[in-house]
């Protein structure tokens, strides 16, 4: 059942408030989508960045805090995104948000659901042994936000080819995420860095941000920008699928997000003195570039074997 026009306008306007405030980079490539999409793609992030600050006891993605309850509040999420999957009213400007967006695309509940078990891991304090474990982590608390805004860009839900590119972008913005936040992690007791990589790099557990292993740390962060630019050139070919004013917003949005974990790399040891940032300048270079990409040609070449491919 579709939201009173009155009704769904006040969702759609806080939405865009709260795109605003939370991320400079998805507000610009968004006015990219044409006016229906850029709407549900604002309503769509307005629950993600919601659930993620309840978890993280933050504002928009500011100042994150270590929480007590953290369990119990990623209970009260899953059980308001229940209700809204199933149309009904929250009361709850996010869910209710997430209620709209996914009764007008028939967005499928597994990917809301995946996603919540993304912010659980988090509230369980989680922490990856593996390069396996370290994917399905990103899958869950970024691949399955790619899936979703593909829906709403139009694709099919049973397109697994074009949902697999899609997850790939998210996998490329939490792998540059992550090289980014490594020392804000670090601060409130969080270290997405695989064990297994710690230990082959001779790092012990909890002691990657101290000065003697800086140089190690870096070879590290280097890898996880290495990934991130591996999926974000996946992504891009899956762009080719999507309708014109869609693949303009995508290919800017992965050119400036790539340029966080670029910068990571090319700080070295340096890139956690100062949080790495894209200028606005160069946020508007991405939109010029992409505009011009959208009307190139692409290959439509086999998904690389090497990257990890999300659960089905």
């Not at 579709?2 to 980079?25: C, M, Q, Y």
């Not at 629950?47 to 270590?66: F, L």
């Not at 009260?76 to 996010?94: F, H, N, Y």
């Not at 995508?250 to 956690?272: P, Q, S, T």
């Amino acid at each position: 059942m579709a939201a009173p026009a009155s009704d769904r306008a006040a969702l759609v306007a806080a939405a865009r408030e709260s795109i605003a405030r939370g991320s400079k980079s998805f507000a610009l490539a968004s006015h990219l989508f044409d006016p229906e999409t850029r709407e549900r793609a604002w309503l769509l992030y307005a629950w993600c960045r919601a659930c993620d600050d309840i978890v993280d006891g933050q504002d928009h993605g500011h100042n994150a805090t270590t929480v007590d309850d953290a369990e119990a509040r990623v209970a009260i999420i899953a059980e308001k995104t229940t209700a809204a999957l199933a149309g009904r009213s929250v009361g709850d400007m996010p869910f209710d948000a997430l209620r709209v967006v996914a009764a007008e695309t028939r967005l499928p509940a597994r990917f809301a659901h995946d996603l919540v078990t993304g912010f659980r891991l988090d509230a369980e304090d989680w922490r990856p042994r593996s390069e396996d474990d370290l994917y399905r982590y990103c899958y869950h608390v970024a691949g399955t936000v790619g899936c979703m805004m593909a829906v709403i860009m139009g694709v099919d839900p049973a397109d697994d080819d074009t949902l697999d590119r899609a997850c790939d972008l998210g996998l490329a913005f939490q792998l540059a995420n992550i090289a980014r936040d490594i020392e804000e992690d670090d601060r409130i007791g969080r270290c997405y860095l695989p064990d297994e990589w710690l230990a082959e790099m001779d790092t012990p557990p909890g002691q990657h941000m101290k000065p003697p292993f800086r140089d190690r740390l870096v070879v590290l962060a280097r890898r996880l920008a290495d990934r991130a630019a591996l999926h974000e050139a996946s992504a891009r070919v899956g762009a080719a699928k999507l309708p014109p004013r869609a693949r303009w917003a995508v290919l800017a949005a992965a050119g400036i997000y790539g340029d966080i974990a670029r910068e990571v790399a090319k700080r070295g040891a340096h890139a956690w003195d100062h949080r790495v940032t894209t200028s606005k300048g160069a946020k508007l270079a991405w939109v010029a570039k992409a505009a011009v990409a959208v009307r190139r040609p692409v290959a439509d070449t086999p998904r690389d074997r090497i990257l990890w491919t999300r659960p089905r």
